[in-house]
């Protein structure tokens, strides 16, 4: 299986505002420390937001951060969120099916439950799995202190 770039920049975007709890952080900042253009970024976070997952500020201090605690954000309901609009496979794809196999063909019966299962072993794992405790990745994405009250 093969996750979209968008999918991949927003796990990455949620681990860094998960490894800077309860801070406000930017857009640039998340971009350069995620290694993406702060184009895709901005895409990514627009996403987040309108799924509930960051919330944003605008202005001077402006930037953003989870809307919801890490343990309630899971890995699944993030892929899926993301993921939904891009069929796994063209039988999958509704009206798009062009497959001459697709009404006979028992290899999109295993792919489905393979697909489920894949999804399932990621409900399993929230956001917080991801970071606390990861000392090499919070240390890599947290923001610097000096100057914070």
Known sequence: MRLTTRTNIAMR???????????????????????????????????LSHFGLLKTARGRHGGVMLNLPPEEILVGQVFRKLEAGVPFIECFAGEKNNCPLAE??????????????????????????????????EETLALPTAGIA
Do not use: W
């Open 13 to 47: 975007a949620l681990m860094y505002c998960a490894a800077n709890p309860g801070r406000v952080v930017r857009k640039s900042d998340i971009a350069g420390a995620c290694n993406t253009s702060e184009n895709h970024m901005a895409q990514v976070i627009n996403a």
């Open 104 to 137: 006979f063909c028992k290899l999109r019966d295993v792919l489905c439950g393979a697909l489920a299962e894949f999804y399932k072993a990621l409900d399993k794992v929230s956001l917080a799995d991801l970071v606390k405790g990861n000392t090499e990745l």
